[in-house]
């Protein structure tokens, strides 16, 4: 991976201000104005989470609030916020941001053993297994 960030522009990013923050253990460096997703993506962070049934990898598709992927777990001074959307979570200095459905890390993750079993585990297969029939035994 790596790291690619715009020479200039991005009117919401202040390069006077570097900040850095820990991701899965690793130091990541940014500027103030990033949001956690966009100090990944510069520092060439492409894999942000994994997937709740196989663990396959997940990183950052979109930008906003409608960012299936990006889930993450942020800790700081102020305490731990599950699940937060790392394309609208402001980056500061000092943070501590781990994966979710990862274990230990994103891109070592232990479970993504699983995705060998995908071809016996269908999409939605818990759900019809062990259902009665539909028409009424009478």
Do not use: C
């Not at 253990?25 to 492409?46: H, Y």
């Not at 299936?68 to 501590?96: F, K």
């Amino acid at each position: 991976m790596s790291a690619s960030r715009l020479a200039d522009g991005g009117s919401d990013i202040d390069r006077a201000r570097p900040l850095s923050f820990t991701f899965d253990g690793r130091d990541v460096e940014g500027f103030a104005g990033d949001t956690i997703a966009s100090a990944l993506l510069a520092s060439g962070q492409a894999v942000v989470g994994r997937s709740f049934k196989y663990h396959r990898p997940r990183g950052i598709w979109g930008s906003g609030v409608e960012e299936p992927n990006a889930l993450v777990d942020v800790e700081s001074a102020d305490g731990r916020v599950p699940n937060a959307r790392a394309t609208t979570v402001q980056a500061s200095d000092g943070i501590t941001v781990k994966s979710v459905n990862a274990s230990p890390t994103a891109l070592a993750d232990r479970n993504a053993v699983l995705d060998r079993f995908a071809r016996f585990l269908p999409a939605a297969f818990y759900y019809k297994t062990f259902m009665w029939p539909d028409w009424h035994l009478f």
